[in-house]
């Protein structure tokens, strides 16, 4: 069977982005702390809009069984209204090769900002929850988790 | 084959605010992984889920690999009135697979 | 000569009790181990991935196939009465090979003798699709492999693959599985063992995989030389893992990390 | 090389059982402690953490089979180290502990590990240069 290990080459990979980028200043006052591809992807998402800390809840295990899958659910604090809603959700990555993960676009007609999802994560890191707002308003929520690495693997 | 798994409830209050779970049978290459030679192997991966009520959309996702392997999603929509609720799962390599549940509300 | 027998009482001293069978009262099944989001990921039908697979059996299971053009429906009917209890049943003896045979080998021998088609390969999609179909119909149900005169030697010869160490790091299953369930190998919680969710779906694998698949990683892992597929060294020793697991609840799909 | 390590293999097989300790030097030098951690904390070379913790920080998730690697140079001595590393089943026949030094008696080993030690000597030596100098 040939089943390449994909956390390994997913770490490998990762290394590579970590390398530092320049960012405009700007970028890296929209998310203090957080490494300069995974600022980079959020740019392209919010443009230069400041994000607002708060309203969001990012529910992850503090520890994962396995990093294939984890489960992940999103809680925004929105009345849902015609008038007042979560248009979207974004969430990033610190440390996967590629900082985007998934976008959702909700509108008035969910009735209750919420998603739940599985994701992949390459390595312990912390995953950033962005939310847009029916009023043009950004706002983020970010949580950590520590990935176990399966001690028997198919191949070495 | 089973494409998808998906739950709604078959039956709801009308405003009832509900959940809808998805699960859709897709191994999400990520693109990033080799094969023991050290070939890439190329990405295939779900790029969008949508779900329309009664043909509006009521709720879409953009998926990249990070999203586990046979993608899972569960959302919330109101019922507003009796109807089809459709799902859409398109990709790479011309992926698309459609799959809907009716619904009845009182 | 005094030094030496005292190495020795020392040496003795420092024996733990080992390989000792866990107390059936004290057995826990692998979901006890799991986080409670991997638990709720096989609880749940509607977030189970492995449930594709028993929909895909669920598909299979009323195809024709073969040139006797006849679906395992046609002979067995509803699966949910006719295959009731029978996964928790097997590895199971059959007479025309004189030995035990596991769930895969049933439905392959079913294929080729009933159906006249060719056998499923090892791992493929389809057999994972029918034996999780066929699985899931004992769900609940308590694992109960018949021992008798005809399967009691083979009994004992999984038992010796179970207790034998074996590899470049000359372990055996018990040194793990039964004499240090719960603690920690690196970050992984090591379970007692129990078979009892298979086929299952392994977050590691991202996909549903069979016993003797999962059998092979630990062997790998012990860096010993894997049985074939269906070789009767692995057949003898599921049906030591499921007798070890005797009264336990199938869970078939179950899930795993 | 291969000299070296069979000419090794030979020494640890003549310490008679009942002995606690190879009191002298696999390569017939002393080995590095640096690369001797960095044996320890691999877990495709050493494999020391699936079992055994240490102070090593870095790494996030350690065993809990086997007793922690911290203080392992003031218990024990080079000569009692290389022993427990090299064949530990010297010690406690029943331990779970693989033998990193030793060939023989072994089961069904995989073709690509077949007759190679676990660790080479001067792995070995490395690692007890390693251990050595965990004295907390």
């Not at chain 2, 859409?88 to 549940?101: I, L, Q, R």
Request: proline share 6%; charged share 20%.
């Amino acid at each position: 069977m040939n089943k390449p290990n994909s956390r390994r080459n997913f770490l490998v990979a990762a290394g590579g982005l970590a390398a530092g980028i320049a960012l405009p200043a700007t970028v890296a006052a929209q998310m203090p702390g957080a490494p300069a591809a995974t600022q980079e992807a959020i740019r392209r998402m919010v443009g230069t809009a400041r994000i607002n800390k708060g309203k969001v809840t990012l529910d992850l295990p503090a520890l994962v069984d396995n990093g294939n899958a984890v489960s992940l659910a999103v809680r925004v604090d929105s009345p849902m209204t015609e008038s007042e809603y979560v248009k979207a959700i974004h969430l990033f990555t610190e440390k996967n090769p590629q900082p985007d993960v998934a976008s959702f676009h909700l509108g008035p007609r969910a009735g209750r900002a919420s998603i739940a999802t599985r994701i992949r994560l390459a390595d312990s890191q912390a995953v950033i929850a962005i939310c847009e707002m029916s009023d043009g308003s950004f706002w983020s929520g970010s949580a950590n988790t520590v990935v176990t690495l399966a001690a028997c693997l198919e191949e070495i | 084959m089973a494409r998808a798994l998906i739950n709604v409830p078959a039956a709801a209050k009308r405003g009832e605010i509900i959940e809808i779970k998805a699960l859709a049978q897709h191994n999400m290459e990520t693109g990033y992984r080799r094969t023991q030679l050290g070939g890439l192997i190329p990405r295939d991966i779900i790029r969008q889920f949508v779900c329309t009520y009664n043909g509006v959309e009521v709720f879409r996702a953009e998926f990249h690999p990070a999203i586990a392997a046979n993608p899972f999603i569960a959302f919330w929509t109101v019922a507003i009135e009796s109807g089809t609720l459709a799902f859409t799962w398109t990709g790479d390599n011309g992926y698309s697979v459609n799959e809907s549940k009716s619904i009845s509300v009182g | 000569m005094r030094n030496s027998v005292l190495a020795l009482c020392a040496a003795a001293i420092a024996i733990p009790a080992f390989a000792a069978e866990i107390p059936l009262a004290e057995r826990r099944s692998g979901y006890d181990f799991m986080s409670r989001e991997t638990r709720t990921m096989q609880d749940d039908d509607t977030a189970n991935p492995g449930m594709l697979w028993v929909l895909d059996g669920e598909a299979l299971w009323k195809r024709k196939a073969g040139v006797a053009d006849r679906a395992c429906q046609d002979c067995h009917g509803d699966a949910g009465t006719s295959m009731k209890g029978v996964a928790a049943r097997y590895p199971a003896f059959d007479a025309a090979h004189g030995r035990p045979v596991n769930l895969e080998q049933r439905v392959n021998a079913c294929r080729v003798d009933r159906q006249k088609a060719p056998p499923l390969a090892h791992e493929s999609r389809d057999l994972l699709a029918l034996t999780a179909y066929v699985g899931r119909q004992s769900r609940g149900l308590p694992v109960a492999v018949p021992i008798d005169e005809r399967t009691k030697p083979f009994l004992d010869a999984g038992r010796g693959t179970f207790f034998r160490r074996q590899g470049q790091l000359n372990l055996s299953c018990a040194q793990c599985h039964d004499d240090n369930w719960g603690k920690r190998l690196a970050g992984s919680v090591i379970p007692q063992g129990h078979p009892t969710g298979y086929p299952l779906y392994r977050l590691e694998w991202q996909g549903v995989g069979s016993l003797q698949r999962r059998l092979r990683n630990c062997i790998v892992g012990m860096r010993a030389q894997p049985y074939d597929f269906g070789a009767g060294e692995f057949v003898d020793l599921e049906l030591y893992l499921m007798w070890r697991a005797r009264g336990m609840k199938v869970e078939t799909p179950g899930v795993r990390p | 090389m291969r000299r070296i390590v069979v000419a090794a293999l030979v020494c640890v097989a003549a310490n008679a059982a009942g002995e606690d300790s190879i009191p002298s030097s696999l390569t017939g030098a002393k080995g590095d402690p640096v690369r001797g951690r960095a044996i320890v904390t691999n877990r495709q070379v050493g494999l020391c953490l699936l079992c055994h913790s240490g102070p090593f920080p870095e790494e996030r998730v350690q065993g809990d089979l086997a007793p922690p690697l911290n203080g392992a140079g003031r218990r024990l001595s080079e000569g009692e180290l290389r022993l427990r590393i090299a064949d530990s089943a010297r010690i406690n026949p029943a331990s779970i502990m693989p033998a990193y030094f030793r060939t023989e008696g072994l089961t069904r080993v995989a073709p690509a590990f077949e007759g190679k030690p676990v660790l080479s000597a001067e792995q070995i030596e490395d690692v007890v240069a390693f251990l050595k100098t965990l004295n907390e």
